[in-house]
């Protein structure tokens, strides 16, 4: 039988885990409003580049999208532990979408070592950025890696795989980023702008400048559904710790309450042997 100082001991254990645990779901949830706060801006960004996208595609140029090809896989993935299953996830989507020849390029080092498990090793790969406004430079490094390796094969299809942050549980996003499909932006009527630079250049600049807002918004999204998943796991974690605190309170005055008898019999044992006596 445990002793009540142990069952005190582990209370106060359970009560520091506790408030560790409260103090990441807070966190969590703090890097959640704060990605929603940044998307906003970054979809401003998208619209006013699709808006310029549009203007500029009436001057002519390239219109849909080429046939599908192996090519690219980004996998926005997650990056430290304590929210669930939610890296490996990503891993297993990553591994269901890369086709035979595939280049891959994932974010977040926990989805890393779930692939490297499996003996998938990709071609490019960097930490998920630590707070939201890290995400736009960590967009800049992976959108300049992206189209060095379309350079070498402009063919090449790019799909990014990244997670819903408010719907954890639907599963990962497919977005296809290349070929690029022109025929979305329907060109606009309005009066040709002046131009100091060929529409065709124009318009790859644009196309440019458009897919780097889509993989900052997919990093934004899967930089806040990782949180997501950490504060949902938090919560499952908060409710154990409450279970397993009431269990050791009960616990507790139960053993007290033993003890208390105890000490009580052995006292009126202890009288009645002396009025014996």
Not at 192 to 215: G, R
Request: glycine share 8%; hydrophobic share 45%; net charge negative.
């Amino acid at each position: 039988m445990s002793r009540p100082e142990e069952i005190r001991d582990r209370l106060a254990n359970v009560h520091q885990i506790g408030s560790i645990i409260s103090t990441l779901r807070a966190i969590a949830a703090a890097h959640q409003a704060e990605a929603k706060a940044h998307l906003q801006a970054i979809r401003a960004q998208e619209a006013a580049v699709a808006e310029a996208l549009s203007v500029a595609l009436a001057l002519g140029g390239p219109n849909g999208a080429g046939a599908p090809a192996p090519g690219i896989t980004i996998v926005i993935g997650a990056a430290q532990g304590f929210s669930g299953t939610y890296g490996e996830r990503m891993a297993e989507a990553a591994q269901a979408a890369v086709q035979a020849g595939d280049r891959l390029m994932v974010v977040g080092s926990r989805t890393l070592g779930a692939l490297a498990d499996q003996g998938i090793v990709p071609d490019w790969s960097a930490e998920m950025a630590p707070h939201a406004p890290e995400v736009p430079p960590l967009a800049i490094r992976m959108t300049d890696a992206l189209f060095e390796r379309l350079a070498e094969a402009p063919e090449a299809s790019v799909r990014m795989i990244h997670a819903d942050p408010d719907d954890i549980g639907a599963g990962p996003q497919h977005r296809s980023l290349f070929p690029f499909d022109t025929s979305r932006f329907l060109p606009d009527a309005r009066p040709a702008p002046m131009l100091n630079l060929p529409a065709q250049s124009l318009i790859a600049s644009l196309i440019e400048e458009y897919v780097f807002t889509e993989i900052c918004e997919g990093l934004m999204l899967g930089f806040a559904a990782e949180n997501a998943a950490r504060a949902e796991a938090m919560g499952r974690a908060q409710s154990a710790v409450k279970r397993i605190s009431g269990d050791l309170r009960q616990g507790f005055q139960r053993v007290r309450q033993e003890q208390m008898t105890t000490e009580i019999v052995e006292l009126a044992t202890a009288a009645a042997a002396v009025g014996e006596a």
